[in-house]
């Protein structure tokens, strides 16, 4: 089969990251006799330079013809004092709605061979953690309507949270269907519902899907209790289901408990099989064009990739096995050195160990 691929490789380290995952996915290819094809296309920063937006349109109908999208990530120091419109962030947030990616699906998982990385005290990770955050993606307050106005004591600003049924709907229906494929069925849906009046509405909405999903179990959590749950007691959660911004900052806490945020992929998708993925850390502008990020939750991603847009099971299992015994056989990359004294691979020494895994 032939499956065309959008690259949106970024800023910072965004690049060598999606480089990483391209060698392996054609390794895949000649594995599994599948060709992939690559057309890059400007966004984030980079996009800025040479055109003066974060997002060309050009580029929106690139990923919108392609049959998935890679990204890397983008932004960085250089365009943090652009208006808000104007910031390479924008080019993430309009892919995603341009395409209509509604579920943001970010796996954190804890490698037995990792343990030693985990800050958690090692009687709270024994359990391990394999939990599965479903984002909602287009809507929300990183949607909703912001700006400024005049108020009795000078200038405010506002930003505000709106859901739809429709929008909870779906994403409930996400995390429902996520949870029926898993061993342990259940869904921990975190919301605000004691302040909030979108998060009421999203709970009353998570019931009623959830009816129709008896098998699951749905329980609710409120988001201050679920960032201490998160590193009090990792292990309870299975399937949760949140908003953008709840699911934006609790996915970044899920991926330390797993050791480090340059092993966590991600899945974006709507109700088409084209699909953005993407690693959940950002651009790391301190460690960019030194060789020395990790490539892992790129090369995670592409496996992501073929899992959901590709329906490609087993190539996706062989990339993640080969992470997994690459790094059971001790290789390393900076981030995820601990108290090793040995000396940690590159990025481009990651990606050739992965790639002699898959064989
Ligand atoms: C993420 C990032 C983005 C987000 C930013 C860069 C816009 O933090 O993918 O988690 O908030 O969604
Ligand atoms: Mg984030």
Known sequence: MKYNIALLRGDGIGPEIVDSAV??????????????????????????????????????K??????????????????????????????????????????????????????AE?????????????????RELTGGIYFGERGRRKGENGEEAYDTECYSTMEIERIARAAFETAMKRERKSVISI????????????????????????EVTCTDMLVD???????????????????NMFG??????????????????????GDTKCGMYEPIHGSAPDIAGQNKA?????????????RYSFDLEDEARCIEKAVNDVLEAGYRTADILGTSKEAPLSCTEMTAKILEFIK
């Not at 890059?40 to 929106?60: H, K, M, R």
């Not at 985990?118 to 479903?134: F, H, N, S, T, Y």
């Not at 934006?248 to 998708?269: C, K, M, N, R, Y």
């Not at 790129?298 to 073929?306: D, E, F, N, R, V």
């Open 23 to 60: 060698e392996v996915l054609k390794k895949i290819g000649e594995k599994y006799g599948h060709e992939f094809t690559f057309t890059p296309y400007l966004a984030g920063g980079c996009a800025i330079d040479a055109t003066g937006v974060p997002l060309p349109d050009e580029t929106v």
């Open 248 to 269: 934006d900052i609790l996915s970044d806490e899920s991926s330390q408990v797993t050791g480090s945020i340059g092993l966590l992929p991600s899945a974006s998708l």
């Open 118 to 134: 985990c800050p958690l005290r090692a009687d709270i990770v024994e359990k391990g953690v394999d939990l599965v955050m479903i």
């Open 294 to 306: 990790n490539p892992i939750a790129t090369i995670l991603s592409a496996a992501m990739m073929l």
């Open 62 to 115: 690139g990923c919108k013809e392609s049959d998935s999208v890679l990204l890397g990530a983008v932004g960085g120091p250089k365009w943090d004092t652009l208006a808000g419109n104007l910031r390479p962030e924008r080019a993430l947030l309009g892919v995603r709605s341009a395409l209509g990616l509604y579920t943001n699906i970010r796996p954190a998982k804890l490698y037995q061979s990792l343990k």
């Open 191 to 214: 919301d605000k519902a004691n302040v909030l009046e979108s998060s009421r509405l999203w709970r009353e909405v998570v019931h009623k899907v959830a009816a129709e999903y008896p």
């Open 225 to 243: 209790n679920a960032a201490m749950q998160l590193v009090k007691n990792p292990s309870q959660f299975d399937v949760v289901v949140t908003s």
